[in-house]
């Protein structure tokens, strides 16, 4: 069964230091989001990305985020100049299909910013 | 804006007790409704769904009927198992395609 896929698993970074978070959507499928989920707290949504552009993004989503589907396969969720309240467990998902259709999550990286 | 309030956990039950886990929402509109489940170590899995009032989305056993009357979407399952270990998310998509989540309920099954 298809799946989504998401590198690294773990990833440390300094304060300051750029990190960049890739996933994998499955094949087929035509939206793609990022959420994040702090250590205890809910699941958030950042971002989400359609045609090659943003379709909406969080409060969150401030200018140190960028997203970038730069070749067919790949997603990728950019941090600028990481802060130590960026430490969570980021989420990839992707559906083929807008709207209310369901979303398929990766297993997440877990960002450790020290 | 929209909102999920689950119930607090962590739920412990005997192996084969009924499971209950309450969701309740608030959003505008007619939001579909989702239950995930996280298991230890790994990624939000689809449980089950329902996106129209009176909808019953089932799978593994678990059940969970949208109703609008009383805007919940509680998740029902007859006799957990150990390996229901895990901990379950309610959610819902609104008029933007954007998940809004609940906090997450814990539930650990013991024999």
């Known amino acids: 069964e298809p799946e989504v896929t998401q590198t690294p698993s773990h990833q440390v970074t300094q304060m300051g230091q750029e990190v960049i978070l890739r996933c994998v959507p499955i094949?087929?499928?035509?939206?793609f989001y990022w959420y994040r989920q702090i250590l205890g707290q809910k699941v958030e949504f950042l971002v989400s990305?359609?045609?090659?552009?943003?379709?909406?993004k969080s409060e969150i989503f401030d200018d140190q985020f960028s997203v970038e589907r730069p070749d067919g396969s790949n997603f990728t969720l950019k941090i600028r100049s990481t802060k130590l309240e960026d430490s969570a467990m980021y989420f990839c998902?992707?559906?083929?299909?807008?709207?209310?259709?369901?979303?398929?999550f990766g297993p997440g990286t877990r960002l450790t910013v020290t | 804006g929209n909102s999920v309030t689950q119930m607090e956990g962590p739920v412990t039950l005997s192996e084969e007790a009924f499971l209950t886990i309450n969701c309740t929402y608030t959003?505008?509109?007619?939001?579909?409704l989702f239950w995930y489940v996280q298991y230890p170590g790994e990624g939000l899995q689809l449980l089950l769904k329902?996106?129209?009032?009176?909808d019953k989305g089932s799978n593994k056993g678990f059940e969970a009927t949208y109703r609008k009357e009383t805007t919940s979407f509680h998740l029902e399952k007859g006799s957990v198992q150990v390996s229901d270990s895990a901990v379950y998310f309610c959610?819902?998509?609104?008029?933007?395609?954007?998940?809004?989540f609940g906090t997450g309920t814990r539930l650990q099954v013991t024999l």
């Open positions: 959610a819902l998509i609104g008029t933007a395609s954007k998940l809004t």
């Open positions: 329902a996106t129209k009032a009176d």
């Open positions: 094949s087929n499928h035509l939206y």
């Open positions: 990305f359609y045609n090659n552009e943003i379709s909406e």
């Open positions: 959003a505008t509109g007619y939001p579909s």
């Open positions: 998902a992707s559906s083929p299909q807008g709207g209310s259709y369901e979303q398929y």
